[in-house]
Structure formats: structure tokens, C-alpha cells
């Protein structure tokens, strides 16, 4: 079924630059990034969140490079992980150009606080030549002090106005592989900057709303800021910014763009929010469905209706869908009725149902690929 394979969103034409083997902008995927907040000279740990986030299908990875100590740990990290990385670094240039030399795959420098002109034009000379793409990001937090004062606060036009001053910057030097970000944490602030960089330029966006919150209150925020702007085709790239673990982050973004059917990956779930007509306990399944089902990066449509007022129609539609009925459930496969289930047995009758459809899925993909290749 697969029907958030479509969307009628037309995104915003964008040139294509590479992180590492993936590409942002462009018809390319809409990508799904996430930051490490473990200590960057624990190259262990660190190591294990980025494989942890890659488990999750997280397409780029950001460390933060606050020293030449952690630089220097950021090439052992780059050693030991698949993902691309974007090294984030403030203040001081010269970590900039170690970190290029050790194999990173994206720059992420603020203007408001690498410095003067020089070091950016020093900090781009390595990147041209390494072959490293760069994030530029403006950040309402971190401003140009001209630009508060000519403000007097954080504003969409002053976001732009910073963008712009760098964007002209890499324009002087000829620098074209880069991607804009304009974060703040207000989301009104947010978009409305992103919607008026969005006409200016042709680079692609990497999308965020900064500082949104814990983990309930930044997944709103966020959904809703984003939200907004993937509706109006913005954004080739994005990041949801949590206090939490990271791997929420990844889960999140992905959730988000399977909502606006602008990416295919995992389980897509059709879930009643349940009433007392509901013939199993639609809640208790769904958080078991979801813990079990984590590691599913296959798409699927999984439907789990707990009555028959729209459970047969939301089944039907779904690759597979549980309907409760009484005395027992039916489940569908591929909108046709497949067989029952007893309440107690659901969840891992379920499951174990949803994990052969995945197989099956796997195969028919691996022999496409197969034949294509042949």
C-alpha cells in the first residue's frame, strides 16, 4: 500500500551538495540528522551514540569540536563510524581546518562568532580543496553584536540579514557547496525567516527549530515549525533539536516527514487513540508494538483499530491491519481478511506477522536490486 509514498508537496527547486556519500538538495531524500551530547574526547561513548542514532537510520551525524583536543578525538570518532559526520565548531578557525584534514565530511561554522573575513576565506580554501562541503548557521542566539544593535532584538530580517552578509562572503570566493541554516527557538521567528531566505537563494536548507525543548514539548514545537515549512516544499535536510537522547531526535524527524509522506522509512502506524468500544486494549498493544518493532527501518503500513466502526476500512488500506472484533480480532493482509486472533495472543501473533511481510519486502527489494544490477 504504501500510501506515504506520495505526497502532493512540491518542494522548492535547490541546488545538490554532498555530505560525505549523501546528498542534500536537489530531488534528493529529505535527510535525517541527529548531534552526539556525549563529552567528543570520550571517543567511546561518543562512538557508541553514533552507532546507536545509524541503528535508528540517521543519514548524517553533527559532533560538536569546542577544542583541538577534541579535534583530535574527532578523527579517532571518524575512524570508527559509517556516517557521514559534520564537524560544529565555534570560535576558533583553526579547529576547522584540522578537523578537514582528519576526514570530516561538513563544516558547520556560525558567522556570528568564527571571526573575520580571513578566517572564513581560510576555513572555505580548505574546504574547496579537501572537497568538503560547509553548513552555514545562523543561530538567533548568536547574532553579529551590529546586527542586536541594529535589531534591538532577534527578528526574522536580522537572521536573513546575517545569512546574507556570509552568503556574499562565499559568493567573493566563489563557494557554492553549502547549506543555510536560520534557527531559533521561537517558531514564528523560525519559519518566517526560513520563507523569506527560501526566495533569495538556491542552496538548500537544513532545517531546525533551535533549543525546542524536552522531549513532549520539542516534538510538538518542532513538528509544528517544520511542519510548516515542509508544507510550502522548503527544507532538504533537517534536525530536531530535543533534550533527550538523540535517537529520539532521528525517530522523530523520521515521523515527521513519514506524516507528510516526504520519506518512506519504517513502520507507518494507523492507530485508534480508543474508546469503550475498542474489543482489545489498543494502547497496551501499541507500546508493545512500538518497543518490539524499533529496529523495522522497512516501510509498512500497520494498522490497529480496536472496534469495527473504521477498523475494516483503515485495515483494508493498510499492509497489514488488526481490527478488534468480538469474541475475536481479524486481521488483514493486503486489504483482505487473513485470519483471527484471541486477545491474548494478539501482540505477538502481530508481531511475528508484521515481521514476515518485512521479510518478504526485504526479499522482493534485494531481488530487484539483484536484476537491476544485472
Not at 102 to 125: M, Q, S, T, W, Y
Request: proline share 4%.
Amino acid at each position: 500500500m504504501n500510501k506515504q509514498m506520495l505526497s502532493p508537496i512540491t518542494r522548492r527547486k535547490s541546488r545538490q551538495i554532498m555530505v560525505g556519500n549523501v546528498p542534500v538538495g536537489g530531488d534528493a531524500p529529505i535527510s535525517v540528522q541527529s548531534m552526539t551530547n556525549t563529552e567528543t574526547c570520550d571517543v567511546d561513548a561518543t562512538v557508541a551514540q553514533i552507532q546507536r542514532m545509524e541503528a535508528a537510520g540517521v543519514d548524517i551525524v553533527r559532533v560538536s569540536v569546542p577544542s583541538m583536543d577534541a579535534a583530535e578525538a574527532f578523527g579517532k570518532i571518524r575512524q570508527r563510524v559509517q556516517v557521514p559526520l559534520v564537524a560544529d565548531i565555534h570560535f576558533d578557525y583553526k579547529i576547522a581546518l584540522r578537523v578537514a584534514d582528519l576526514g570530516v565530511d561538513c563544516l558547520r561554522i556560525n558567522p556570528g562568532n568564527i571571526g573575520k573575513e580571513d578566517r572564513v576565506r581560510a576555513v572555505v580554501d580548505k574546504a574547496r580543496d579537501k572537497g568538503i562541503s560547509m553548513r552555514i548557521g545562523v543561530n538567533a542566539g548568536s547574532l553579529e553584536k551590529d546586527l542586536q544593535k541594529k535589531y534591538g532584538e532577534p527578528t526574522p530580517a536580522a537572521l536573513v540579514e546575517s545569512a546574507m552578509r556570509h552568503i556574499d562572503i562565499l559568493d567573493r570566493l566563489d563557494f557554492q557547496e553549502y547549506k543555510l541554516s536560520l534557527k531559533a527557538s521561537d517558531v514564528f521567528m523560525a519559519v518566517a525567516a526560513y520563507r523569506q531566505i527560501a526566495s533569495q537563494i538556491d542552496q538548500p536548507l537544513h532545517l531546525g527549530i533551535t533549543e525546542a525543548g524536552g522531549r513532549r514539548s520539542g516534538t510538538v514545537k518542532s513538528a509544528v515549525g517544520l511542519g510548516l515549512l515542509l508544507m510550502d516544499g522548503i527544507g532538504d535536510t533537517l534536525r530536531v533539536s530535543l533534550a533527550a537522547d538523540p535517537v529520539e531526535e532521528v525517530k522523530v524527524g523520521f515521523d515527521i516527514l513519514k506524516s507528510l509522506r516526504l520519506r518512506n522509512k519504517g513502520i507507518n502506524f494507523i492507530a485508534c487513540p480508543s474508546c469503550s468500544r475498542q474489543n482489545f486494549d489498543v494502547i497496551s498493544t501499541m507500546n508493545a508494538l512500538e518497543e518490539r518493532l524499533e529496529d523495522v527501518l522497512t516501510p509498512l503500513d500497520v494498522a490497529v483499530i480496536g472496534c469495527v466502526v473504521n477498523g475494516p476500512g483503515e485495515a483494508k488500506e493498510a499492509d497489514i491491519g488488526i481490527t478488534g472484533g468480538s469474541p475475536n480480532n481479524l486481521i488483514y493482509l493486503n486489504g483482505e481478511p487473513h485470519s483471527k486472533l484471541k486477545n491474548e495472543e494478539l501482540v505477538d501473533v502481530f508481531e511475528r506477522m508484521i515481521r514476515e511481510q518485512i521479510a518478504e519486502r526485504d526479499a522482493a527489494n534485494a531481488n530487484l536490486i539483484a536484476k537491476t544490477r544485472s
